[in-house]
């Protein structure tokens, strides 16, 4: 290993919904995390990998920072809240605004406790008309945090990430090559599955479930010829909700099959026989049982 040679861990922190997820695709180059337009998307940390030759950064993608409304809620704060003690960099997502609300004024209040260097990334950048815009919202910010650097950039069109990782190296570590170069993230293929069966149910369902769903994977096998047969459960709070899911005839659920089997395809490179059920489990959200049984467990925090 050479002596010059950077690594370390790299949390992306923000209100939720302000592309964390589309981020960190965009930087490893791969569909990992979920993303969707409804808040409160990613529910653990999700750990990928980028390597070149400078170094390797393990992104820790955590739950957005907000406050909590139910169990599963304390569970994604406390997750987030902890990462930011064990990383080497913070990137903090915002969105182009002059307006700092609750929400950010929340997340400086937690940063405020940490010695870590704060990379400020403010997002979305192409959303804006005038482009000179961008030194308006980095002056609004710059005082309430003691930032490292501030950095504008467009996580969908790929503008500025080249200058983030820059700024993120220049503040790593030097240290040993934690992963091989070709490892992209450590979550096992039935949880990627399982996220990406809910990304496609969360976005096709839109407004008419709220958040309460979750996915588990049954089944994942592989035949001799290298096709798997995937089975998963949705998981919903109401049996009303249920109905919407499945939608007439099945179509609703046909069309989530679709999607998502298309996606884990691409990641497993095979085909996939992807079965689906849907369940009825009520208040899920708030049983300590149930997250454990979904994978959220409060031994991780």
Known sequence: MEANYKSGFVTLIG?????KSTLMNQLIGQKIAITSDKPQTTRNRIQTVFTDER???IFLDTPGIHKAKNKLGEY???VAERTLKEVDVILWLV???TF?????????????????????VINKIDTLKNQEQILTFMNAYKDICPFAEIVPVSALKDKNTDLMLDLIYKYLPYGP???DEDTVTDQPMRQISAELIREKALRLLKDEIPHGIAVTVEKMKERENGMFDLEANIICERDSHKGIIIGKDGAMLKKIGIQARKE???????????????KVRKEWRDSEMYMKNYGYSQKDI
């Open 95 to 97: 969105e182009p605004s």
């Open 76 to 78: 994604m704060v406390n």
């Open 177 to 179: 090559q934690y992963y």
């Open 55 to 57: 170094g390797q950064i």
């Open 15 to 19: 209100r939720p919904n302000v592309g």
């Open 264 to 278: 884990i395809e691409n990641l497993l490179g095979t085909k996939v026989n992807l079965q689906l059920w849907v």
């Open 100 to 120: 700092i609300g609750a929400g950010e004024r929340h997340i400086a209040e937690q940063l405020s406790n940490v010695k870590t260097p704060v990379i400020l």
